[in-house]
Each structure stands twice: as structure tokens, then as C-alpha cells.
């Protein structure tokens, strides 16, 4: 399983546990070989064996608890930011200590709205497959915010179409 392959293969001699798996089932895993020297990222793609033609695609990120124990709607201190810009200079490279922040910025969000960023987000690993080696994109996480902003600024209708989206 894909638990047991991390807990050996990623997590060995470390504190990090895997808390809950929700369902165990059977796939197919497909690893992907990085292009880069020092790949800070583990890419596979799960494929089920009753529906071969698709798969779904996972990338396991290294990450810390930069933010701390925080109370759920809570915002972090500021201080927070400036520490970790002053304590690595690489952008982006500690974007997975905010999911939660990204997850509690978008669950209180409408469903139509959630299934706008789901469409943005796979508009964009299409770009990504088309695109490889021909420029890069921005951070995924920041088209997230771009739908909410537009949303906003189109007067936060929850019946918008979606074709205009």
C-alpha cells in the first residue's frame, strides 16, 4: 500500500506518522523519474485496475509546522512570514506548510465556486503536460486565489455560468 511504502521507503527513522488511511483498495503505481538532480518531491500516478484509461496523479511534498498550533478560522502571526523569508531565500519553498490555510481559505467558499478552481486546476495540469520544458507556470496555488479574487470581483454571484468563469 501506499502507506506502508511511505512509512518505509520515505519516512524511515523519522517522527512522521501516516494518522488515518480512509480506504485501502488495489492500484496500479506508476512512479514518476524527476528531471531534476534534487528532486524535493515524490511523483506517482494511481491507476485502478477496473478503469486502466484513468489515473490520478499524487505529488508527496516535504514539510514543516512553520505556522504552529493554530485554532481553525485563526490567522498565523506575521512574524511567521518574516521568518521564513528571512530563513530561506528560495520562493515557494515553503508553500506546503499553508495548506491549511488554503484549505480553510477556500471551504467556506460555494460549491459552484469550488468547482470552478477544480476546472482551473485541471485546465492547468493539461497546460503543464502540453507545456513541459516551453516556460513555466505560476504556482498552482496562486491560480486559486485568482478564481476567488475574479469571483469577488464579479459581485460574488453564487449562480454564475461557469462557461464564463
Sequence with gaps: TICSFLKENCFRNSPIKVIKVVKERQFEVKFEVSKWENPRVLSFSLTSQTMLDQSVDFDVLPAFDALGQLVSGSRPSSQVYVD???????AGEYSTCFTELQRDFIISRPTKLKSLIRLVKHWYQQCTKISKGRGSLPPQHG???????????????????????
Design 84 to 90: 521564513l523569508i528571512h530563513s530561506y531565500s528560495n
Design 143 to 165: 491560480l486559486e486565489l485568482l478564481t476567488v479574487y475574479a469571483w469577488e470581483q464579479g459581485g460574488k454571484d453564487f449562480q454564475f455560468n461557469m462557461a464564463e468563469g
